[in-house]
């Protein structure tokens, strides 16, 4: 399902926001562009700054400039602003400056790839990069869909230099689909001077469907890669204010493993809302989601830019077991060195908290979880059982495994923990795996009671 969703977006490509103006004309070029010798304006490289910033804020990787995206977009901003921007992510073969009909020929024309999926947002009247990539993130929704996407790496910019009412054309890729380790939410855990307003001026329009002119606020949720959604029913999306009052929304369910809430009004200056998700996963029997809060702008004239709370990691010293087997990763990141495979029920101890990885130590060694793969450690009930035969005990629950020690027959020892047919006992010092039809309650009756 997540892939068939993936494959629609490469032909769902959103024009940005405002209205197209006259432009000075830079030379389009078809040539392919060498890699090693391409080099980005201090414009462009501010502009992805910013973008890594908004997404760092949303807990995402950061994504990389890629030469051949970056030469694709300037050639359909060079095409835009000779013919007009009403052609949006299209050209026609015969036009001046013409490079390929969609973003994916543009992109080969320059001899680069278009990887799994490619996407294009097109934005007028930007007055600069860093502010047009701030007005994709922050006031259009559909754009910020495709610009946090968690999975994309690779992006383009192109923008007029010089003019503050130009045209910005961003192209975005997705390399590989790798695990989304968590999701992600828009806007972040305690935001503030969120705009409560969404005034529908995007293309294509998401009210568009719901017969409504403006909105509230849009909300996105970011599904992690275990979820696996076919109905409606299994998932909720819910806004309340600060008194508990349940605003009114549609939930807009789902486009490439995202969801939006749309508020049906304009939600209230200064007010703090709490937003709660909730989905299940039938296939794999996961449930998750999450809630957080966030508060909009003072009602004021004056724009001001939302402002997040810093990235903070959280020192602490716990132990977790690890609800299900995973790698233990050399940095907060699945794309580090694995260390170490922790299995299922294995120990951890924790020493930072950050976002959603938590740094921790597992035999000996020190790397990053997933928070979300933990639960607390609870002390496993002990209780004394006795050897009713003279008895092996294991490294592993397998009688294939290496031979720990060995019980004699009538010893008593204590189980620890119990796994299937398994039991964990200790025998002095010792440690080992058994099985528990090998344990009994009460020490053995000796043939020689029996017979006397």
């Known amino acids: 399902m997540r892939k068939q969703m993936r494959t629609i977006m490469i032909g769902m490509l959103a024009i940005g926001v405002g209205v197209a103006g006259v432009l000075s004309s830079p030379v389009s070029e078809t040539a392919q562009v060498e890699a090693s010798s391409y080099s980005y304006s201090a414009d462009q490289l501010q502009a992805l700054a910013t973008l890594n910033e908004y997404r760092k804020e949303a807990g995402m990787n950061p994504v990389t400039l890629d ?8 050639n359909h901003y060079a095409y835009l602003n000779t013919n007009g921007g009403a052609y949006g992510h299209s050209e026609v073969k015969g036009h001046k400056g013409f490079t390929g009909v969609t973003p994916k020929d543009r992109v080969k024309a320059v001899g680069g790839s278009t990887g799994q999926l490619l996407g294009e947002n097109i934005v007028f009247q930007a007055r600069n990069s860093p502010n047009s990539v701030y007005q994709l993130v922050h006031n259009a929704p559909l754009h910020r869909e495709s610009l946090l996407n968690p999975d994309i790496q690779s992006v383009g910019f192109a923008v007029e230099k010089g003019n503050q009412k130009g045209a910005q054309v961003i192209v975005m890729r997705v390399d590989s689909y790798e695990q989304r380790d968590s999701d992600h939410v828009y806007p972040v ?34 599904l992690p890669s275990e979820a696996f959604i076919y109905d409606d029913k299994d998932f909720s999306f819910v806004l309340k204010d600060s ?8 939930v807009d369910f789902m486009y490439l493993g995202t969801a939006k809430l749309i508020p049906k009004k304009m939600l209230n200056y200064n007010e703090t809302y709490t937003a709660t998700v909730k989905w299940y996963s039938p296939d794999n029997n996961q449930r998750g989601g999450r809630t957080w809060s966030f508060t909009t702008m003072a009602n004021s004239t004056t724009p001001v830019k939302p402002t997040t709370p810093p990235v903070t990691s959280v020192k602490e010293s716990k132990d977790y077991t690890v609800i299900k087997g995973q790698p233990l990763y050399a940095s907060n990141s699945t794309k580090s060195k694995q260390l170490v495979q922790i299995p299922t029920n294995g120990k951890v101890r924790s020493i930072e908290k950050r976002s959603s990885w938590m740094k921790v130590t597992y035999n000996g060694k020190t790397g990053w979880v997933a928070v979300k793969n933990l639960k ?10 006795y050897a009713n035969k003279n008895m092996k005990a294991y490294t592993t629950r397998s009688t294939k495994g290496k031979v720990a020690f060995t019980v004699p027959k009538g010893k008593k020892v204590t189980r620890i923990a119990v796994n299937g047919s398994w039991s964990q006992v200790k025998y002095g010092s010792k440690t080992g795996w058994v099985a528990s039809r090998d344990l009994s309650s009460s020490p053995p009756v000796s043939s020689a009671a029996v017979n006397n």
Do not use: C, R
Not at 193 to 220: C, M, R, W
Not at 243 to 250: C, D, E, L
Not at 376 to 385: D, I, L, Q, R, W
């Open 243 to 250: 008194k508990g009052n349940t605003v009114p929304a549609f």
């Open 189 to 222: 855990p305690n935001m503030k001077n969120v705009n409560p307003l969404f005034a529908g001026n995007e293309i294509p329009n998401p009210l568009k469907n719901y017969g409504i002119d403006q909105s509230g606020h849009i909300l996105t949720y970011w």
């Open 67 to 74: 030469p051949f995206l970056t030469k694709a977009a300037s």
């Open 376 to 385: 607390a450690y609870v002390a496993p009930k002990t209780e004394s059982k």
